[in-house]
Every structure is written in structure tokens, then in C-alpha cells.
């Protein structure tokens, strides 16, 4: 089992910047893509950014790219997943979701079709 916890998310104005950070404890050995989504009120969840087991494979949603950043962090004491978000809009205000998955043979997942899931963090950008 992986237990996901973000941090990060708070009440930003239109242009600023914040850093969600994902730390995950457990079976962390197993596991490989990792990924952020969000899901704004009466909205389907969306996904946002990916990143493969060695970071060097990112996917983003057109929405974001250009303006977020996806990194990880595979120490032994971290295994934590990042997303930097600049140049923030009032249209990203969302709840943010960490997750990750145990398939060793994806590089890659860009649907919500992963194993674990974070409780979720709310940013919310003013106008």
C-alpha cells in the first residue's frame, strides 16, 4: 500500500506563484509514473502534469504547459513529487490531486486510471 500526502495549496492572486509537494510513504519501492490532476467544482477531474519513474519523461495538459513544472525526488528518505505553478489564473483554481501507480512497463500516464491517490490539496487564485 502507498499513502499519498500533498501540501502546498493556499489562496494566491492572479500571477503569483505556488509550490504543491507530494510526499509518499509505504510501498514506495514499487512505485513508477507519477502524476498531478484537479478537479474545479462541478467539473470532472482533469489531468494536469506527469512524470516518469526518472523524471525524464513529463507530460502536460496544454492548459498548464508553459507555466508548470512537474519534478521528482526518488531519495530513499523523499520519494516526493513536486509541481511548480507560475503565472497562475483565476481558471486554475481546483482541488489538486497527487497519484501514483505501479506499473513498471508505463513511462507515462496521462488518465486517472492510476493506483493511489492523495487527499487532495485546494488552490485557489483570485481575480
Known amino acids: 500500500q502507498v499513502h499519498l500526502v500533498e501540501s502546498g495549496g493556499g489562496l494566491v492572486e492572479t500571477g503569483g506563484s505556488l509550490r504543491l509537494s507530494c510526499a509518499a510513504s509505504g510501498r514506495t519501492f514499487n512505485i513508477y509514473p507519477m502524476g498531478w490532476f484537479r478537479q474545479a467544482p462541478g467539473k470532472e477531474r482533469e489531468f494536469v502534469a506527469a512524470i516518469s519513474w526518472s523524471g525524464g519523461s513529463t507530460a502536460y495538459a496544454d492548459s498548464v504547459k508553459g507555466r508548470f513544472t512537474i519534478s521528482r525526488d526518488n531519495a530513499k528518505n523523499k520519494n516526493t513529487v513536486y509541481l511548480q505553478m507560475d503565472s497562475l489564473k483565476p481558471t486554475d483554481t481546483a482541488v489538486y490531486y497527487c497519484?501514483?501507480?505501479?506499473?513498471?512497463?508505463?513511462?507515462?500516464?496521462?488518465?486517472?486510471?492510476?493506483?493511489?491517490w492523495g487527499q487532495g490539496t485546494q488552490v485557489t487564485v483570485s481575480s
Open positions: 497519484a501514483a501507480d505501479e506499473d513498471w512497463g508505463t513511462i507515462i500516464i496521462t488518465t486517472p486510471t492510476y493506483d493511489y
